[in-house]
C-alpha cells in the first residue's frame, strides 16, 4: 500500500489535523513505513476466523438506573478554555 | 530512604511518622530534580494526608498501606489535582474525579506525593515524547528509563516513593521495569478497573504497580483489584489474596522458542533465560521449549489494533470543551484543526493518522478487521499452550536500556516491545522481575505471563523464582 498525497489529505480532514510544508512530507514517510510494517499481517492467513472484539468476558453489565449528580455545571465547566457563567465559549462562528 | 513498604512498615514501628516519612522522600525528590521524573509533586495534599494517617495509626483504625507513599503516572485522575498526559493539549487540566484503582489506594490510607512524567497519552518506549522533557534513567543518566511509564520507574528505582502506578498497553509497566531494576506488573485484561485512567487502547490498556518488592506488587494487585460500577469491563471475578506466596508444586512451564532465537536479543538476555531455565529443571520443574511462530506479526497487529483505537478515544480532545485552544482558532473547523494540531505531539499525530487510515471506510476490513482476526489467532494459539502450561517465561526487553536520542525510527522504536505486546494482545497476566544483571552493569528484567485471571499463580512462582534465581 502506497501512500500518496490525496491519501494524506483526506485521512488528516478525517482526524481533524493539518500537515503543511515538511511536516507535511514527514508524515508522508512515517505512514508509508507504519503502514507497509502493518502489511505484513497479511501473511498471517484467517479464512474462517472471527474476528476478536471484545477482551472482557463479561457479559452484559447492569445496573439500576438510579438518577445521581456526577458533575456540577460548575465543575463541567471548570476545565474550559473558554466560558461564561454558564457556557462553553467558542470562537465566532459567523461573521455577522 | 524507604525502598519498599517493608522498610517504611519497620519505620512506623519504631515511632516515625507518616509525615517524616513523606519529608524523606519529598527531600529526595528534590536532589534528584534533574531526573524529570516528577511533573508535580503534590507537597501541600501529600502532608496533609500524611497527618490524617498518623492520627489514624494512633486511633488504631490505620488502613493497610498506611506508610505507602504514592506516585501517580500522569494519566492517572486524582481530584483536585492537575493531570496531563504529558501532553501540551491536557496542560492545565485538573481532574473532576479520582479513578477507582486510585480511590481504592486512598481508602486503605496510602498518601499520593505527585504526578509522574510519561510518553505523551503513553505512547512510546523510552519516556522522550513526554511533552515537558525526557526522563532520565537514575542508573545512568544518559539513558532512557525505559516507556511509557519512565517517570513511575525513574522514581520507584531512584527510592522517590515506595510504590507508583502506571499504566501498559504494549508493555509500557513491564519495558521500563526491566530498565530500572524494579517490579512492574500488567494484570489480565479486566482485573483491575480503568475508570480515571486516561484511555490510549480501551481494549489494551491495564493499570498496574511499580514496586521494589514482590510483596509490595501482590498487595497493590489485591487493593485495587475488583469490580467496578464505572468500569463494565472490570471482571467481577472475586480477588484473590495474592500476598500469601505458596510455594508451587511441580510446574510445567513453556519458552517461546522464537524469543530466544530472535535476532537482536542481547546474548546475555539468553544466557540468563538458558540459566533460570536451568535451575528450574533442576528442580524437578518441566521447562520445554513451544514453537510460536507469530512473534514477527505480534508488534504490526499491535500497532493496528492500537491506533485505530487511539485515533477514536482522542477524538474527544476538540479545543472546546477542556484542554488546549489554539489562539488562531476562527470557526468550529479551524478551532478543532489547530487546537488539535498545535496541541498533539509528533508522535500522537502519528499514530492518530495511522488509526485514522486503518479506520477509514477504503482500508478498514483489509487492516482493522484483519488486526482483529489476528488478534483471535494469537489468543487461541496462546490458550492452547496453557491448556498445556502452568507459567511461561520470556526476556521482558531484548536488551538493556540504551541512550537517549539512540532510536530515531520509530519502527524500530516500536519493536523494543517485542516480548511484551503478547500479553496485551492476548489480556494475560504478566510481570517483570528484576533478575538480569548484565556485564555493563544495568539491569534487565525476566517477564512471567501466566493464563487469564492467574495472578495468584504468577505471584506464587515469581516470589520462589526470586529465591531460586
Redesign the interface.
Known sequence: MKITDEIVDHIAHLARLKFEGDKKIAIKEDMNNIISFMDKLSEVPTDNVEPLIFMSDEINVLREDIPVVSLTQTEALKNAPKKDSDYFRIPKVLDK | MYQNFAEVKKALSSGVSVLEIVETYLSKINENSDLNAFLEVFEETVKQQALEVDKKIKAGNAGRLAGMVIGLKDNLCYKGHKVSASSQILQ???S?YTGTAVQRLLDEDAVIIGRLNCDEFAMGSSNENSAFGPVKNPINKNLVPGGSSGGSAAAVCAGLCTAALGSDTGGSIRQPASFTGTFGLKPT??RISRHGLIAYAS??DQIGPFTNSIEDSALLLEIMAGCD?YD?????RSVEKYTSFEKPEKLKIAVLQESLETEGVDSEVVSKMNEIIEKLKKEGHTVENVSFP?L??M???Y??LT?AEA?SNL?RF????????SSE??????????S??EG?GPEV??R???G???L?NE?YD??Y?????????L?DKTDEIYKNFDLMILPTTPSTAFQINAVK???QM?LQDIFTVHANLT?NPAISLPLGKHSSGLPFGIQVMANHFKEKDLFNFSSYLIEIA
Do not use: W
Open positions: 492545565n487540566f485538573e473532576l485484561y479486566g481494549s489494551f460500577a463494565s469491563t472490570a471482571t467481577s507469530y514477527e506479526y508488534v504490526p497487529t500497532y493496528v491506533t485515533s477524538s476538540d479545543g472546546v470543551h477542556y484542554g488546549y485552544r482558532a476562527v470557526g468550529v473547523e479551524a478551532t478543532y484543526i489547530n488539535r494540531s498533539f499525530q502519528r492518530i493518522m495511522a485514522t487510515f486503518v477509514s482500508f483489509a487492516y478487521t484483519k488486526g482483529q482476526k489476528v488478534r483471535r489467532v489468543r525510527d520509530p519502527i516500536y489480556g
